[in-house]
T-cell receptor, first 111, second 115 residues
Framework: AQSVTQLGSHVSVSEGALVLLRCNYS??????LFWYVQYPNQGLQLLLK??????LVKGINGFEAEFKKSETSFHLTKPSAHMSDAAEYFC?????????FGTGTRLTIIP | EAGVVQSPRYKIIEKKQPVAFWCNPI?????LYWYLQNLGQGPELLIR????????DSQLPKDRFSAERLKGVDSTLKIQPAELGDSAVYLC?????????????FGPGTRLTVL
């Protein structure tokens, strides 16, 4: 069985500031981990994924995440926030063919 | 390449009425998923199809929900009768079986409001 915990349902950062969205997971098997972004009234879009290999993964729109097995974490970061980053972000873990999502973090960018 | 298409985008019905959602996956994708997304929550899997076969429907409330995927392409999700608690966004996703990882591509969803 697997589960995902996203700390902070709402995060606000100033434009140009560091974005840090937290995700901790639980998995009974080596995990595949994902971050998705959802803009208003749209479906989910894959930002990045970790399957095997390098623990620091880079995704689209300047986002990256680091898989830390010892901390069971997969936090999402971006060095400098843009207004266009305002959206809902979901962390997910894959077990078999099933994706289990966290409850999401709404990111607000302050001009 | 066209993405996953869903219709309608929005639906408002009264409780106890039936409702149906349609999904057209990305061409060539043989795996299709229906997810339920409640307000402020992440998506939860309702059913997964491999071609025409429903291989995981353990989370589908079968007393009122049904789904079909005729010919292994388009899919329809039905609720009959709808209840107030069914108000949510219903997402469809598809993926292609290839390699060790098959990315799921999501449609825009159908937002259902039950009055």
């Amino acid at each position: 069985a697997q589960s995902v915990t996203q700390l902070g349902s709402h995060v606000s950062v100033s434009e140009g500031a560091l974005v840090l969205l937290r995700c901790n997971y639980s998995s009974s098997v080596p995990p595949y981990l994902f971050w998705y972004v959802q803009y208003p009234n749209q479906g989910l879009q894959l930002l990045l994924k970790y399957t095997t290999g390098a623990t620091l993964v880079k995704g689209i729109n300047g986002f990256e995440a680091e898989f830390k097995k010892s901390e069971t974490s997969f936090h999402l970061t971006k060095p400098s926030a843009h207004m266009s980053d305002a959206a809902e972000y979901f962390c997910a873990v894959r077990g078999g063919e099933k994706l289990t999502f966290g409850t999401g973090t709404r990111l607000t960018i302050i001009p | 390449e066209a993405g996953v298409v869903q219709s309608p985008r929005y639906k408002i019905i009264e409780k106890k009425q039936p409702v149906a959602f349609w999904c057209n996956p990305i061409s060539g994708h043989n795996t299709l998923y229906w997810y339920l997304q409640n307000l402020g929550q992440g998506p939860e899997l309702l059913i997964r199809y491999e071609n025409e076969e429903a291989v995981d429907d353990s989370q589908l409330p079968k007393d009122r929900f049904s789904a079909e995927r005729l010919k292994g392409v388009d899919s329809t999700l039905k609720i009959q009768p709808a209840e107030l608690g069914d108000s949510a966004v219903y997402l469809c996703a598809s993926s292609s079986i290839s390699g060790t990882y098959n990315e799921q591509f999501f449609g825009p969803g159908t937002r259902l409001t039950v009055l």
